[in-house]
T-cell receptor, first 116, second 109 residues
Framework: GAVVSQHPSWVICKSGTSVKIECRSLDFQATTMFWYRQFPKQSLMLMATSNEGSKATYEQGVEKDKFLINHASLTLSTLTVTSAHPEDSSFYIC????????????FGPGTRLLVL | GQNIDQPTEMTATEGAIVQINCTYQTSGFNGLFWYQQHAGEAPTFLSYNVLDGLEEKGRFSSFLSRSKGYSYLLLKELQMKDSASYLCAVIDSNYQLIWGAGTKLIIKP
């Protein structure tokens, strides 16, 4: 099956710092990557959709200047949380689509962000 | 609006069978997914249905009826490790993935 990696798996940082999270499709070319956020005991919430080489499409209510997404290649997308604050503490999960089963989204293992 | 309904929580006994239902109302339909998510982990892909009928994959089966806007995930020979949330998601006409809130399945010995 398609494998998606995410790095780092855990981040603890001080308020005001920026954090970059990487998402890689390891064995397929991802035409589209998605970034989700999930608070404890809540549903997945889609933050943005990105296609390689184009600007990300953000969901309503998600600040694009705060959550910078770069999808520079068919195997790598990055999410940068700029000037992170405690309320940004969450579980950030990426997914990628574009493998043999074109419609299936395969998820990375997620990144836990704790902002102190 | 777009809507996906699934029960919030279900409880079943180890070794038994459980069926998790999902009904949807979306603008168009291009397939339905079931994902499993253990607490604290990312979702993992279970199944994809785009045509009516039953797809069997080991202990897990997924059924789809497009005319009824209905799907179910059937888990047989339940094991303790099956305790997780099960997420139903539908691809709409714009190829956007619409997520249900998930069903938390609790397995008791």
């Amino acid at each position: 099956g398609a494998v998606v990696s995410q790095h780092p798996s855990w981040v603890i940082c001080k308020s005001g710092t920026s954090v970059k999270i990487e998402c890689r499709s390891l064995d397929f070319q991802a035409t589209t990557m998605f970034w989700y956020r999930q608070f404890p005991k809540q549903s997945l919430m889609l933050m943005a959709t990105s296609n390689e080489g184009s600007k990300a499409t953000y969901e309503q209510g998600v600040e694009k200047d705060k959550f910078l997404i770069n999808h520079a290649s068919l195997t790598l997308s990055t999410l940068t949380v700029t000037s992170a604050h405690p309320e940004d503490s969450s579980f950030y999960i990426c997914s990628a689509r574009g493998g043999q089963e074109q419609e299936t989204q395969y998820f990375g293992p997620g990144t836990r962000l704790l902002v102190l | 609006g777009q809507n996906i309904d699934q029960p919030t929580e279900m409880t079943a006994t180890e070794g038994a069978i459980v069926q998790i239902n999902c009904t949807y109302q979306t603008s168009g339909f291009n397939g339905l997914f079931w994902y499993q998510q253990h607490a604290g982990e990312a979702p993992t892909f279970l199944s994809y249905n785009v045509l009516d009928g039953l797809e069997e994959k080991g202990r897990f089966s997924s059924f789809l009826s497009r005319s009824k806007g209905y799907s179910y995930l059937l888990l047989k020979e339940l094991q303790m490790k099956d305790s997780a949330s099960y997420l139903c998601a539908v691809i709409d006409s714009n190829y956007q993935l619409i997520w249900g809130a998930g069903t938390k399945l609790i397995i008791k010995p």
